[in-house]
Nanobody, 131 residues
Framework: QGQLVESGGDLVQPGGSLRLSCLAS????????IGWFRQAPGKEREGVSC????????TYAESVKGRFSISRESTKNTVYLQMNSLQPEDTAAYYC????????????????????????WGQGTQVTVSS
């Protein structure tokens, strides 16, 4: 049975950087589209970024565009989320999700795709941005 495990969350000062990792076991991420999501206390889950299965095209939420970067390292069966210029509003639990074949990038972060549409979810990693 497959699973996703996130890591890399930490406490960081505003303006700092973190790299989150999403490691898959039990299945090969190359055949999956991957999404990163976040949820702050009292707020709804927010889509952050997605990477497609076939050609590694990417999409980002407007709130993180230009600061965050998603990438895939097939040899390590891992997807990363590089986060730069972090701000207090980026504080949240960050989750990765995987779906076989992937979604269209225009759909991946939209409300047209629900929690249950993803095949796997990780347990989350906490990112706290504070001075």
């Amino acid at each position: 049975q497959g699973q996703l495990v996130e890591s890399g969350g930490d406490l960081v000062q505003p303006g700092g950087s973190l790299r989150l990792s999403c490691l898959a076991s039990g299945f090969t991420l190359d055949y999956y589209g991957i999404g990163w999501f976040r949820q702050a206390p009292g707020k709804e889950r927010e889509g952050v970024s997605c990477i497609s299965m076939t050609d590694n095209r990417t999409t980002y939420a407007e709130s993180v565009k230009g600061r965050f970067s998603i990438s895939r390292e097939s040899t390590k069966n891992t997807v990363y989320l590089q986060m730069n210029s972090l701000q207090p509003e980026d504080t949240a639990a960050y989750y990765c999700a995987a779906v076989y074949g992937g979604f269209g990038l225009s759909d991946c972060l939209s409300s047209r795709v629900s929690f249950d549409d993803w095949d796997y979810w990780g347990q989350g990693t906490q990112v706290t941005v504070s001075s």
